[in-house]
């Protein structure tokens, strides 16, 4: 009957599809009411993909749905919430094969304060895919006090599966691989960067002919097999390192180098993890990732597209580097 009066005994009569009306009382109602106000516009599951996925900008989403740029930012925020409750990252391929961790930072700043943002990807063993984890947005510099808070992060049935580090050689780096008994690959990429210089037109500097040669000898150094060639590699580094041509920064890079050698070289050790040797991965995504939060001053607002975007992006290819005695 449907009443929804006070009356013992309702006489409910019908007045179109949804309202009825008592003939005793002569209170009406509606069964089944539709949501009172303005119907929304549904763009809120389209708009996230729009931005992330297909790279629109807000200005022109703004036109398509005519609405204002804050708005639809205000709908963006809000789709990006939904999304990163409602939708988990995928979960790993079961099994107990070692998993790699590829990790490094990507830098903000916001009212005059740093911020890091702590980007993480594991790469089972047998497999060119990684699944990254959750961002996760820390005040302060990248140190080692921050990266094992970001590290605590990692679910537990992920971290103990975790047998090798990827990374560029961050302050407290090999603190925490030797704590929890993880190999330490140091990125390739990152000290070519040091001894290159920033990209683009490079200015000549003192004692070019000898940095190249550096280089060259350093590259070789990172993938030899050959342990008779190992030692005169080393014997060479360390004549560069005393020549007077030399900068003292590209000197004191190499010198580093061959203090650290084992660490550049574990991949060649532990092939059976078949480590990277570099963090691309991680960089290309911190490429995209400048793009989906420009305009973006907030660390919390940062964070939430950071993980908005992880999750309609939860893989990428981590090429693994070729042995040369394979």
Same mark, same amino acid.
């Not at 691309?280 to 597209?305: C, D, F």
């Given at each position: &009957?449907?009443?929804?009066?006070?009356?013992?005994?309702?006489?409910?009569?019908?007045?179109?599809?949804?309202?009825?009306?008592?003939?005793?009382?002569? #209170?009406?109602?509606?069964?089944?009411p539709?949501?009172?106000?303005?119907?929304?516009?549904?763009?809120?599951?389209?708009?996230?993909?729009?931005?992330?996925?297909?790279?629109?900008?807000?200005?022109?989403?703004? #036109?398509?749905?005519?609405?204002?740029?804050?708005?639809i930012?205000?709908?963006?925020?809000?789709?990006?919430? $939904?999304?990163?409750?409602?939708? #988990?990252?995928?979960?790993?391929?079961?099994?107990?094969?070692?998993?790699?961790?590829?990790?490094?930072?990507?830098?903000?700043?916001?009212?005059?304060?740093?911020w890091?943002?702590?980007? &993480?990807?594991?790469k089972?063993?047998?497999?060119?895919?990684?699944y990254?984890?959750?961002?996760?947005?820390?005040?302060g510099?990248?140190?080692?006090?921050?990266?094992?808070?970001?590290?605590?992060?990692i679910?537990?049935?992920?971290?103990e599966?975790i047998?090798?580090?990827?990374?560029?050689?961050?302050?407290?780096?090999?603190?925490?691989?030797?704590?929890?008994?993880?190999?330490?690959?140091?990125?390739?990429?990152?000290?070519?960067?040091?001894?290159?210089?920033?990209?683009?037109?490079?200015?000549?500097?003192?004692?070019?002919?000898?940095r190249?040669?550096?280089?060259?000898?350093?590259?070789?150094?990172?993938?030899?097999?050959?342990?008779?060639? &190992?030692?005169?590699l080393? $014997?060479?580094?360390?004549?560069?390192?005393?020549?007077?041509?030399?900068?003292s920064?590209?000197?004191?890079?190499?010198?580093?180098?061959?203090?650290?050698?084992?660490?550049?070289?574990?991949?060649?050790?532990?092939?059976?993890?078949?480590?990277?040797?570099?963090?691309?991965?991680?960089?290309?995504?911190?490429?995209?990732?400048?793009?989906?939060?420009?305009?973006?001053?907030?660390?919390?607002?940062?964070?939430?597209?950071?993980?908005?975007?992880?999750?309609?992006?939860?893989?990428?290819?981590?090429?693994?580097?070729?042995?040369?005695?394979?």
């Amino acid at each position: &009957m449907h009443a929804q009066c006070g009356c013992e005994q309702p006489i409910v009569q019908r007045h179109g599809s949804r309202r009825r009306r008592c003939a005793n009382c002569g #209170k009406t109602w509606s069964i089944r009411p539709l949501p009172r106000g303005r119907r929304s516009a549904g763009i809120r599951s389209t708009l996230v993909r729009r931005l992330f996925v297909d790279g629109e900008s807000s200005r022109r989403l703004a #036109k398509d749905y005519h609405r204002s740029v804050e708005a639809i930012r205000h709908r963006c925020r809000v789709g990006c919430r $939904e999304l990163v409750d409602d939708q #988990k990252l995928p979960d790993l391929p079961a099994g107990t094969e070692p998993l790699v961790l590829v990790a490094d930072g990507l830098w903000f700043r916001f009212k005059r304060k740093n911020w890091v943002a702590y980007s &993480m990807a594991v790469k089972p063993t047998g497999t060119q895919t990684a699944y990254f984890l959750d961002p996760v947005m820390l005040a302060g510099r990248e140190d080692a006090k921050n990266w094992l808070a970001a590290i605590a992060t990692i679910p537990p049935a992920v971290s103990e599966r975790i047998r090798a580090l990827v990374a560029d050689g961050f302050r407290g780096a090999k603190m925490i691989t030797r704590q929890r008994r993880w190999v330490l690959q140091l990125c390739h990429r990152h000290l070519d960067a040091k001894l290159l210089g920033k990209p683009g037109r490079r200015r000549k500097v003192r004692g070019e002919a000898v940095r190249g040669m550096v280089l060259a000898l350093i590259r070789e150094a990172r993938s030899t097999t050959d342990q008779a060639r &190992m030692a005169a590699l080393q $014997e060479a580094l360390a004549d560069c390192a005393r020549h007077p041509d030399l900068s003292s920064r590209i000197s004191g890079i190499t010198r580093r180098f061959l203090h650290y050698l084992a660490l550049y070289r574990a991949y060649l050790v532990h092939d059976e993890l078949e480590l990277p040797t570099t963090t691309n991965a991680i960089e290309s995504r911190h490429s995209q990732l400048r793009q989906v939060v420009i305009g973006i001053n907030r660390p919390l607002a940062t964070e939430l597209r950071l993980r908005a975007y992880t999750r309609l992006h939860p893989t990428i290819t981590c090429n693994v580097h070729e042995i040369p005695q394979n």
